[in-house]
């Protein structure tokens, strides 16, 4: 009698799409942010109700609120800018999916004009129009803490955004010297009766920039969540004073991520888990960090920001993003799916990046979902008497065999698989696979029962069992 035999080559559940994953996301920016930023400064222009925006409304809400902000500020409109910087404090307000809007208020303040690239005359006339709103308002909170926001902006509009090494001497003066003149003006505002979550924030940025001590830079960090917990931004600037390119070790961004999430607790630590993780994407290939990370709690932290704070477009692209990096593509395909095209440019860069994960995403997951649903079928089956039966009859066959096999395969090739076997219904092994595929397992290939009768007949046709083995464990 022959019988058939179909050793399915794989190594690991997602096959042969590991090698494909990243070709060809390489791409430069093929849109123009200045354009984009007109647009939803057209769109924006004249509302009246800047804090009635919503994610929701479209992926361009974001851009469109900082951009009215930063209208009411061209016009020198200092009492609706302090009336709604007031707001915004006093109620927490949140978009939907958690972040601040209050935060999203000083983006719109710090630099001449959100997204675009200005000169040193416009920063020049941004700052005239900052210390104009806090001569006019010397009691304002917010015109301070805006105008030191703007000076450390434009301390790196000095430095500019490459290495160390690449910054001029005249490059470090100055960004030295505005930076210094945000930490003044920080100080300034201390003394003002009201207060502002945001001023630690801008601090903890002054921190960074200025090469504060670690130990420094981490009190005011405790101070700033004594004062306002949940204020995410305060994590945020921790989270990059710690990495390795400012004053920090390798791993611990990482460990203070999962600290302040354990601190918070609940629904709360895991909405700033994500957070973090999406904060500390580096738009590379490898995206250390984020994959170093816990990737169940990344999704986790995603879910409770939808359930605690609603649905989020932006939000959305976060999950889509982090999925596509690290691999999960039925995560990225729901993703993507709720998206209907509508992508973020701050997320994915430009639109082409965008399109060619979708549509990897897209090839990948109706075979991701059939291995997903593989793979349940042959927990369920291992759960079961027959399955157990199964296991030990094929570890009696081979387990003759394991010393040689093992003593054969080079010590790098001596790690934990797993066999995966399908029975025809009369006991006869029809197909197999192993994750990984290892010298040890292609050494026991040779002695898998090969004719019916040897093993016992499972409960229906096409029925998968597995067995795991540890060549560590096999004594010669």
């Known amino acids: 009698m022959n019988f058939s035999l179909r050793l399915l080559v794989r190594s690991g559940f997602r ?22 930023m007109q647009s939803s400064e057209a769109k924006s222009t004249g509302s009246a109700s800047v804090e009635e925006f919503s994610y929701e409304a479209g992926i361009e ?26 707001k915004l404090r006093a109620g927490k307000v949140r978009w939907p999916g958690s972040r601040w809007k209050l935060s999203d208020f000083y983006v719109g ?14 920063w020049k006339s941004h700052l005239r129009l900052l210390q104009e709103w806090k001569n006019a308002k010397p009691q304002s909170i917010s015109a301070r803490v805006a105008l030191a926001a703007a000076y450390v902006g434009y301390g790196y509009h000095a430095r500019g955004v490459g290495f160390s090494d690449t910054v001029s001497d005249n490059g470090w003066e100055l960004f030295r010297e505005r930076v210094t003149k945000a930490d003044q003006v ?52 921790l989270a990059d004073y ?29 909405v700033l888990y994500f957070q973090l993780a999406f904060s500390q994407r580096c738009s590379c290939k490898k995206e250390p960090i984020m994959k170093s990370m816990s990737w169940e709690r990344i999704k986790k932290g995603y879910e409770a920001s939808e359930r605690v704070y609603g649905r989020s477009l932006m939000r959305t692209n976060h999950i889509a993003y982090m999925a596509s990096k690290v691999g999960d593509v039925i995560t990225a395909d729901e993703a993507f799916k709720r998206m209907a095209g509508r992508w973020s ?22 075979q991701e979902r059939e291995e997903q649903k593989f793979k349940l079928e042959l927990s369920r089956n291992m759960e079961t008497p027959e399955g157990k039966r199964h296991g030990i009859e094929i570890e009696q066959v081979l387990s003759k065999h394991y010393g040689e096999c093992s003593s054969t395969a080079s010590e790098s090739a001596k790690v934990p698989f797993r066999i995966m ?29 090969m004719k019916a009768g040897t093993l016992s007949a499972p409960p229906r046709d096409k029925y998968w069992f597995s067995l795991d083995v540890d060549p560590r464990a096999i004594s010669n």
């Open 61 to 86: 809400a974001l851009e469109a609120f900082q951009l009215e902000v930063n209208d009411q500020l061209r016009a020198r409109h200092f009492d609706e800018l302090d009336r709604l910087a007031s």
């Open 242 to 270: 710690l990495q390795p390119k400012w004053h920090g070790e390798p791993g611990e961004t990482e460990n203070f991520a999962k600290q302040s999430a354990d601190r918070l607790g609940g629904d709360e630590g895991d």
């Open 345 to 366: 440019e701050p997320v994915w860069g430009n639109e082409g990046v965008f399109e060619n994960w979708r549509d990897w995403v897209t090839r990948m997951a109706p």
């Open 186 to 237: 920080l100080q300034e505002a201390a003394n003002l009766r009201e207060k502002c979550p945001h001023w630690y924030a801008v601090l903890l940025e002054v921190a960074k920039a200025d090469g504060w001590p670690k130990d420094k830079t981490t009190a005011l960090f405790e101070k700033a969540v004594a004062y306002e917990p949940l204020y995410y931004e305060y994590y945020h600037d």
């Open 421 to 449: 076997i399908e029975l025809k219904a009369d006991g006869t092994p029809i197909a197999m696979r192993a994750e990984p595929w290892t010298d040890v397992w292609q050494c026991l290939v040779k002695f898998l029962p």
């Open 15 to 36: 096959f042969a799409s590991a090698a494909i994953a990243i070709v060809g996301f390489t791409f430069a920016l093929g849109q123009s942010m200045h354009a984009q």
């Open 109 to 122: 303040l710090e630099e001449p004009r959100p997204g675009l690239n200005p000169t040193d005359e416009d």
